[in-house]
């Protein structure tokens, strides 16, 4: 059972190039997520799909955008990296979108992306 | 603005005693409350949660307790053992509109000495 699976690992960018983050999930749940972790910053949402064919801005959405693709796949283009975006990405998804029906978030185990 | 704080960044504590973790938030929208635990390399995975409705909710080894007054959460943890050293993340939501999205804590670090 593989949950929710991240690729790629690692990556390293240049300023300006773009890359596209891939995540996909095998549990059937309808929300998924993505936040990015900075030192002291705890997580931070970026985007989230509440369900399949919805999308909506996080708390900083800026310099990415996402599709969701399908129910299983959710994925965070950057369109022209800044060393700014340096950081872990993870991916999450629940069943419901609301985190008080009991429906807690399940997390992939992360991009580290540097941008240099 | 910060949220929800965790002001202590790390937390030592010997196998078999209590971990008590802090958490404090500012927004009274809060209304859900979960703890993660985070090993390195991997993402975080759900421990325990809590309602507003409730001032505490146990899990095992793990209790969670709210004072809605201070906004104050605290994970407790006992007995501690070395396998429970691992990052700890508390989390809020407001419900409403806010679906799924979750504000983090900064993270205290566990360490259970044997």
């Known amino acids: 059972n593989a949950g929710v699976t991240q690729t790629p690992k690692f990556q390293v960018l240049k300023t300006g190039q773009s890359m596209t983050l891939q995540c996909a999930q095998d549990m059937n749940h309808n929300s998924m997520y993505w936040y990015r972790q900075d030192p002291g910053m705890g997580l931070r949402l970026i985007y989230y799909s509440a369900s399949e064919g919805t999308t909506d801005k996080g708390e900083v959405p800026n310099g990415y955008n996402v599709s969701r693709l399908n129910k299983r796949e959710f994925s965070l283009r950057l369109e022209s990296a800044a060393p700014s975006q340096t950081s872990v990405y993870f991916c999450?998804?629940?069943?419901?979108?609301?985190?008080?029906?009991?429906?807690?978030?399940?997390f992939g185990n992360g991009t580290r992306l540097t941008v240099t | 603005d910060q949220q929800v704080k965790q002001n202590s960044p790390s937390l030592s504590v010997q196998e078999g005693r209590i971990s008590i973790l802090n958490c404090d938030y500012t927004?009274?929208?809060?209304?859900?409350f979960l703890w993660y635990k985070k090993y390195p390399a991997e993402g975080p995975t759900f421990l325990i949660s809590?309602?507003?409705?409730?001032d505490k909710n146990e899990d095992g080894r793990f209790t969670v307790f709210l004072n809605k007054s201070a906004k104050h959460l605290s994970l407790h943890i006992v007995p501690s053992q070395p396998g429970d050293s691992a990052v700890y993340f508390c989390a809020a939501n407001a419900g409403g509109t806010s679906y799924g999205k979750l504000t983090f804590g900064q993270g205290t670090i566990l360490t259970v000495h044997p």
């Open positions: 809590i309602s507003s409705i409730k």
């Open positions: 927004n009274s929208m809060f209304d859900y």
């Open positions: 999450a998804s629940s069943e419901h979108p609301q985190a008080r029906l009991g429906s807690p978030l399940h």
